[in-house]
């Protein structure tokens, strides 16, 4: 079983200001790696897949890097918006399961 | 637009059994791989379960593997998650989500809430 795990589990930033979370596997995933955004009572949000992928109408402000085992995502100037929790998730290849780091919090310092 | 929208929660005791039910429009879902992903009040994602395109696989988290079903009818383009023998650690928000390249979710519903309490 593959481990995700996130720090730090609360970034306070005012905005503005350039956000760097991270996420280390326990294995090597190669690129397969995601990132999601979930804001309060709302569903998560793809972000970034294969490591540094934007998904489709995500900002350029974010962009995600790494490979193997660590992993970062970066948010280059944040936006009111973009104060949320951000989870990282891969999928194991035999047997298959998918999996989340426990996540962090972006919040307005 | 995907769109994805689930049903069928609600309050259920210990040990007892509720199905859940995601509809989906905008795509053409039979072509789809599709999840379900719960996340405990105030917690974080846990995958629960995977169905191909197909119906030619499913895969389970250990957590709920022989006593949850996850299933689909094409026809309807519904997804579904029979769950038996409910634990109070089955207490979730319950999100169906639909797969993407192939190790992700790209769209996800807004969740149904399972309360699992005698």
């Known amino acids: 079983e593959i481990v995700l795990t996130q720090s730090p589990a609360t970034l306070s930033l005012s905005p503005g200001e350039r956000a760097t979370l991270s996420c280390r596997a326990s294995?090597?995933?190669?690129?397969?790696l995601a990132w999601y955004q979930q804001k309060p009572g709302q569903a998560p949000r793809l972000l970034i897949y294969?490591?540094?992928n934007r998904a489709t109408g995500i900002p350029a402000r974010f962009s995600g890097g790494g490979s193997g085992t660590d992993f970062t995502l970066t948010i280059s100037s944040l936006e009111p918006e973009d104060f949320a929790v951000y989870y990282c998730?891969?999928?194991?290849?035999?047997?298959?399961?998918?999996?989340f780091g426990q996540g962090t919090k972006v919040e307005i310092k | 637009q995907v769109h994805l929208m689930e049903s069928g929660g609600g309050v259920v005791q210990p040990g007892r059994s509720l199905r859940l039910s995601c509809a989906a429009s905008?795509?053409?879902?039979?072509?789809?791989?599709m999840h379900w992903v719960r996340q405990a009040p105030g917690k974080g994602l846990e995958w629960v379960a995977y169905i191909s395109h197909g119906e030619s696989n499913n895969y389970y988290a250990d957590s709920v593997k022989g006593r949850f079903t996850i299933s689909r009818d094409d026809s309807k383009t519904t997804l579904y998650l029979q769950m038996s023998s409910l634990r109070a650690d089955d207490t979730a928000l319950y999100f169906c989500a639909r797969g993407f390249a192939p190790n992700y979710f790209d769209s996800w519903g807004q969740g149904t809430l399972v309360t699992v309490s005698s």
């Open positions: 294969d490591a540094s």
């Open positions: 998730q891969q999928r194991s290849g035999w047997p298959p399961g998918w999996s």
């Open positions: 294995h090597s995933l190669s690129t397969y």
């Open positions: 905008g795509f053409t879902f039979s072509h789809y791989d």
